[in-house]
């Protein structure tokens, strides 16, 4: 079955700190990869897309993912954190092929808590 | 731009009653979806919609009913309510051909 891994459920860090939560996806074909990031409260957001091309992407807000297809993995990254990074962080996969409906499979996703 | 709007915002009710949620996109999406949000366990597809007139069953679809009453709206009807049906529900539309799904702001429902 398709799914999605996020290895990191609970992450505190200081500010400025370095950041990188993992993401591995399980899928033989092409996938369409996302992050999402919901803060205390509101819905979710994108972060950043990955569907072809430079499999370094940059997003918003400093953020930016690798993709490395022979490790099926997709992580996030940012060079130094800040206190308003507090938020929790998903991972999603969008299978690509004649049957697909855009039906995101989300990863279980991870608390990030960044101390002042 | 208003995006995907649900009501209500908060919802408690008791074990065996009924509701809905509503659902309406304004960016001419042709797809929706409706998730719920569990902690420890990401959120998980109730049901879809690829297209008006069509729904279809994701990965948690028993005790819930949906309609999609146009393009716009897509509700998500809770029969007889259980407390295992306690979560956050959101709804999302895109243009289902591997775009971003686009979140609205979501429901926090209680069953007690």
């Known amino acids: 079955a398709q799914s999605v891994s996020q290895h990191n459920h609970h992450v505190i860090l200081s500010e400025a700190a370095s950041l990188e939560l993992g993401c591995n996806y399980s899928?033989?074909?092409?996938?369409?990869l996302f992050w999402y990031v919901q803060y205390p409260g509101q819905h979710l957001q994108l972060l950043l897309k990955y569907f072809s091309g430079d499999p370094l992407v940059k997003g918003i807000k400093g953020f930016e993912a690798e993709f490395i297809k022979s490790k099926f993995s997709f992580n996030l990254r940012k060079p130094s954190v800040q206190w308003s990074d507090t938020a929790e962080y998903f991972c999603?996969?969008?299978?690509?092929?004649?049957?697909?409906?855009?039906?995101?499979?989300f990863g279980q996703g991870t608390t990030l808590q960044v101390k002042p | 731009n208003a995006g995907v709007t649900q009501t209500p915002k908060f919802q408690v009710l008791k074990t065996g009653q009924s509701m809905t949620l509503q659902c309406a996109q304004d960016m001419n999406h042709n797809s929706m979806y409706w998730y719920r949000q569990d902690p420890g366990m990401g959120l998980r597809l109730i049901y879809y919609s690829a297209s008006e007139g069509t729904t279809d069953k994701g990965e948690v679809p028993n005790g819930y009913n949906v309609s999609r009453l146009n393009k716009r709206e897509f509700s998500l009807r809770l029969e007889s309510a259980a407390p295992s049906q306690t979560s956050v529900y959101f709804c999302a539309s895109g243009t289902g051909v591997g775009t971003e799904a686009f979140f609205g702001q979501g429901t926090r429902l209680t069953v007690v």
């Open positions: 899928y033989g074909g092409t996938v369409n």
């Open positions: 999603a996969a969008l299978p690509r092929g004649s049957s697909n409906t855009g039906k995101l499979i």
